[in-house]
């Protein structure tokens, strides 16, 4: 052998790899993925308000661990993201499964302002007799503190009487996926009516008031009044969902309408209502067995796009911009972002809606605001991405932060108040036990 040269033995070409492999991780532009959860139940966060205000908990509920759907759920959790410790913060005792369930607990979100929970909960056992088991239309809302003590509070009041008008700030159906306005003040949430089910889904909110029925904290009203699709006429709505606080204090609230146009179709297009904090949701007209609930006098309700809008829309953390799903001139689905007072109609161009990514898969979810207000986050084709929406050149660019295409999909993304922290959800395989359960998982994120 000639000097100089080296001497390419098994010992040197292992270390070599070894070298690379090490070079290639400290170069990877991906972020680290912790399963923070191991127990043997689902822990669904079902893309709502899962962190605490202190960013060191994410709730969940554990709905599909015993039977599938949320009416077979029985217990609503939380998860200290340092430790992995669970703690039951809720748990039914009484409890029926399978195809006729009750009461059903679940789509759990924190208040950002205090250390409380609030969920779905279907009817208890002494009431399925007059009340029937759990569905989307026989639910109300509930708190319980973050403590898991377990003390339960009755946030909204459902009346179902036909011989007389519904109470006063009652509903008369089921509410579903509550969320905070970021001061905590008002509550948001969609809502499907008992008594006259011909009418869709619409939105609703509620709050803290004197005149509040007895046995709730809140008052009830609806946002959107919709006519049933039978009756409508151009410019009626006849479903509204999707909805989302835009403003920090709970005065505007973006949302999917299903909307008649001129020609007779039906579009989906993105909606906001302003409810001005002067105004009074006592002047809410609950409604009766032969007449629907109305809105609060004094509310707007502005129509901001006329084509394809989808999903959950969110508000920007200032409360400025909207984001949605709509359809990019290719046909696929992707982000758009729109100003708050904003219309595809404008003749100012600069309050149009512009599209935020370019992505080949064709399902994007979990869309989410950094608090930063300068990116947008999301799940795709198995991966979480980041697309800046800064102005300026590099909005429209977008990056994966979890690679595409590695492993179970990542669904149901949140970020933590200080923007530090995402968390997810991945179906995971129980120590080669063939038993597949939803895990929660996070990533570290800097801009």
Not at 64 to 86: D, F, H, L, W, Y
Not at 432 to 441: D, E, L
Request: proline share 7%; net charge negative.
């Amino acid at each position: 052998m000639r000097a100089g040269k080296p001497m390419w033995t098994i010992q040197n070409v292992v270390k070599t790899i070894v070298g690379l492999v090490i070079m290639l991780h400290a170069q990877s532009p991906f972020a680290e993925e912790r399963q923070i959860t191991f127990s043997p139940k689902n822990h669904c966060l079902d893309n709502n308000d899962n962190f605490s205000q202190d960013g060191r908990f994410l709730c969940y509920d554990t709905r599909g661990s015993v039977e599938p759907a949320i009416g077979n759920c029985r217990t609503i959790e939380k998860v200290e993201i340092a430790t992995g410790k669970e703690t039951i913060l809720y748990q039914t005792t009484e409890f029926e499964q399978g195809d006729t369930p009750y009461p059903g607990a679940g789509a759990a979100s924190y208040s950002p302002v205090e250390d409380t929970v609030i969920f779905i909960h279907g009817p208890v056992k002494e009431e399925v007799a007059v009340r029937g088991t759990y569905a989307k239309n026989n639910r109300t809302g509930a708190e319980v503190p973050g403590d898991g003590s377990g003390k339960i509070t009755w946030v909204d009041k459902r009346d179902i009487e036909t011989s007389r008008d519904t109470i006063p700030g009652a509903h008369r159906g089921g509410t579903h996926r509550h969320e905070y306005s970021r001061d905590g003040k008002r509550i948001g949430f969609t809502y499907d009516d008992f008594l006259l089910p011909q009418y869709d889904r619409t939105i609703a909110y509620m709050e803290k008031n004197p005149k509040a029925p007895q046995g709730a904290t809140h008052y009830f009203a609806i946002l959107v009044p919709v006519v049933p699709k039978d009756e409508a006429k151009p410019g009626d709505i006849i479903k509204a969902a999707g909805d989302f606080w835009v403003d920090p204090k709970g005065t505007l609230r973006a949302f999917i309408g299903t909307v008649r146009e001129e020609d007779g179709s039906f579009q989906d297009s993105l909606f906001t209502v302003e409810i001005p904090d002067t105004v009074d949701i006592t002047t809410a007209d609950s409604g009766s067995a032969t007449r629907f609930p109305s809105p609060p006098k004094g509310l707007k309700i502005h129509r901001l796009t006329h084509s394809w809008a989808n999903g959950v829309v969110r508000g920007s953390p200032t409360g400025g911009r909207i984001a949605y799903y709509g359809k990019a001139s290719n046909g696929s689905t992707q982000i758009f972002v729109i100003p708050t007072d904003g219309s595809d109609t404008d003749p100012d161009s600069a309050k149009h809606p512009v599209q935020a990514t370019d992505l080949a898969a064709e399902k994007i979810s979990g869309l989410r605001w950094h608090p930063s207000g300068d990116c947008l986050l999301g799940c795709s084709n198995a991966g979480i991405f980041v697309a800046t929406v800064k102005p300026g050149n590099e909005f429209g660019s977008v990056s994966f932060i979890i690679p595409q295409g590695s492993g179970p999909e990542r669904i149901d993304l949140v970020v933590s108040p200080d923007g530090k922290t995402l968390a997810y959800t991945r179906i995971v395989e129980m120590n080669g036990s063939g038993k597949r359960y939803a895990q929660i998982f996070i990533t570290d994120f800097t801009t």
